[in-house]
């Protein structure tokens, strides 16, 4: 996502680095650099104006602090005017109190209409507990209706649908089938078409006034870059959309349609889509999509990434045994998982700060995972347990069993003792105390998880779950 607009704005900033003091002569000469980055990455040319008119006036007129760089300073200006060019207001979802909320998915065919309902869906119901009824509005295209169909039953959500039923009803009718089965979001996949057409708005148009739907997203290709923004623009003129959702994000889309197209249609993009799997969708979020843009990474999708994959008592179990120095083979099988989730290594350093730029000079093996994991299956549970005792006939029969050398299990063994190290360095330099020192009332830190008592009670109650799980087991053996 917007690897070559980051790598030119890098390059840029970082001829700055070498000045001591910015001067008017070195705003300018940037801002005709950025200006040129921008537009490679088909940023609006009304918009780019404005936005280098805001840069320039800011940077010109800001006073010079001495504790920070230069280059420092010029990227706060453009973080803060991005931040303000896609939007600073909040961009959830509108939900009714009511009735279900009905959302409408209006958008060009080919724009990725059909798979967004399902990964909305998903987000939803994942996210904000939501029951989610898919609606089967596009009679136009040629196996639209199974494409959802295939969707909702691999997410396990139902679809509505009826045979040679006019959009229209079949929207109004979704709502009392979402009323009597208990579905509090209604999703319409409306139909697409080829370019703008009077047929399609009235269509789409009979449809807001049936159901008078709480939100109408604009589904976009960011790939077709300011085409993208011109029918964003003409939509909107003739159905007043609600908000925009971006796909295909990460592929080699320049980005310039995300950066223009609320300043043109004053609409908020609600969501990305940033991969073709059903859970690869993310709330927009412009001050992260900022820190993206200028190599910054994005902690906090990172985050709610992790939330949504990996279980909050596994996470917190992981972190005492790492503090604890108890930290296993067994555990590292785990946390292989946990990366394997996210979407693998690559995907999950996309979000670090200042990895963006080393990835493309590092070369990925996402199957070393599947070795490693290979590796660690061939040790006996003692082995995977207790490390120590793996001496030189051990590392010979778990090679042989995972078609791999001693050479290889002798790194895998001195990372395993590495980790360990680097773990137990930072407790001896206080670092775990350093953080709770940071803790607040709530005893936690924002971003860091939570605090040292809310720790211990979670712990209690996983060994309360345990010890009943125990007795349980214990109960049936008995009956029989």
Same mark, same amino acid.
């Given at each position: ?98 009735? @279900? ?30 029951? @989610? ?8 295209? @040629? ?49 697409? !078409? ?11 148009? =009979?449809?807001? !006034?049936?159901?008078?739907? =709480? ?80 190599? $910054? #990474? ?5 985050? =709610? ?52 730029? $080393? ?39 778990? /090679?042989? #069993? ?19 190290? $680097? ?17 607040? /009332? ?12 809310? !720790? ?8 309360? !779950? ?15």
């Amino acid at each position: 996502m917007f690897e070559t607009l980051t790598e030119s704005l890098s390059n840029i900033f970082r001829n700055l680095r070498g000045k001591g003091t910015i001067s008017e002569k070195n705003i300018h000469e940037v801002m005709r650099e950025v200006r040129t980055a921008l537009l490679e990455a088909d940023v609006s040319h009304k918009v780019l104006k404005t936005f280098l008119k805001d840069v320039t006036e800011k940077a010109i007129g800001q006073e010079v602090i001495k504790s920070i760089r230069p280059d420092q300073q010029i990227i706060q200006i453009v973080h803060e005017e991005l931040v303000h060019l896609m939007g600073e207001t909040d961009t959830k979802i509108n939900l009714n109190q009511k009735r @279900p909320t009905v959302i409408m998915m209006a958008g060009l065919q080919g724009s990725g209409k059909t798979t967004t309902c399902g990964k909305l869906a998903r987000f939803l119901n994942k996210r904000q507990g939501m029951s @989610p009824l898919l609606v089967a509005a596009d009679v136009q295209r @040629p196996a639209a209706i199974d494409q959802l169909q295939i969707i909702g039953k691999e997410l396990g959500y139902p679809v509505y649908s009826e045979d040679g039923g006019r959009p229209q009803k079949i929207c109004r009718r979704s709502i009392a089938y979402a009323e009597e089965h208990g579905n509090n979001v209604i999703i319409f996949d409306t139909a697409g !078409r080829l370019h703008i057409d009077e047929p399609l708005m009235q269509e789409l148009r =009979d449809i807001v !006034r049936l159901t008078a739907p =709480d939100e109408i997203f604009l589904v976009c290709d960011a790939m077709l870059g300011q085409d993208a923004v011109n029918s964003a623009s003409e939509f909107n003129k003739q159905l007043e959309i609600s908000g925009i959702v971006f796909t295909k994000l990460d592929g080699d889309a320049r980005g310039g349609a995300v950066m223009s197209i609320r300043a043109i249609t004053g609409k908020p993009v609600k969501f990305v889509g940033v991969g073709e799997k059903l859970d690869k969708i993310e709330e927009f979020r412009p001050a992260g999509m900022a820190d993206r843009i200028l190599g $910054m #990474g994005d902690v906090v999708q990172l985050v =709610d990434q992790a939330r949504d994959v990996i279980d909050e008592e596994d996470a917190l179990e992981m972190q005492e045994k790492l503090i604890s120095e108890s930290f296993t083979f067994e555990d590292f099988l785990k946390q292989l998982g946990m990366v394997e989730k996210m979407g693998g290594l690559k995907s999950i350093l996309k979000y670090i700060p200042g990895a963006g730029s $080393m990835m493309k000079d590092m070369d990925f093996d996402e199957g070393e995972i599947k070795r490693i994991r290979g590796m660690i299956h061939a040790m006996t549970p003692d082995e995977r347990r207790n490390p120590e005792i793996i001496d030189g006939s051990r590392r010979k029969r778990i /090679a042989n #069993g995972s078609a791999t050398s001693v050479q290889d299990i002798n790194d895998l063994l001195k990372q395993y003792r590495e980790m360990k190290g $680097m773990v137990r360095k930072m407790k001896e330099g206080g670092m775990f105390g350093k953080l709770k020192g940071m803790m607040g /009332a709530e005893g936690g830190v924002p971003g860091l998880g939570p605090s040292e008592s809310e !720790r211990e009670r979670k712990r209690k109650q996983r060994e309360k !779950r345990k010890k009943e799980k125990k007795r349980k087991k214990k109960q049936k053996r008995r009956k029989k």
